[in-house]
């Protein structure tokens, strides 16, 4: 049996725990925008998703305000679709957003 460099196997390892926090991070983006029209999606943008919070960057204090009116039914369909232990709170900024 040949030994392999323990350099690769970090590697290896590291890709792996990325990759299911991204793919998680996808999920909550996804469901995210699933939930909004097309309207908020506009003015909403994720900006964080670490340690179960996902931060979402608000265009306006107006639209921060709708958005924390409908916060709390949002955080419980994520929670729903993508799993308590995946998101625990949801926080919201206000700052430019990017248009793509």
Request: proline letters at 4%; charged letters at 30%; aromatic letters at 4%.
């Amino acid at each position: 049996m040949k030994a392999e460099p323990i350099a690769k196997t970090l590697e290896a390892v590291f890709h792996r725990i990325s990759s299911s926090q991204k793919s998680q991070q996808q999920v909550i983006y996804e469901i995210l925008n699933s939930e909004l029209d097309e309207k908020e999606s506009r003015h909403i943008q994720p900006w964080d998703f670490k340690d179960k919070v996902l931060t979402l960057r608000v265009d306006s204090p107006a639209r921060m305000y709708s958005l924390n009116l409908k916060k709390a039914k949002l955080l419980k369909v994520l929670q729903e679709k993508a799993g308590k232990d995946i998101i625990s709170e949801i926080r919201l900024r206000i700052g430019p957003i990017q248009q793509s």
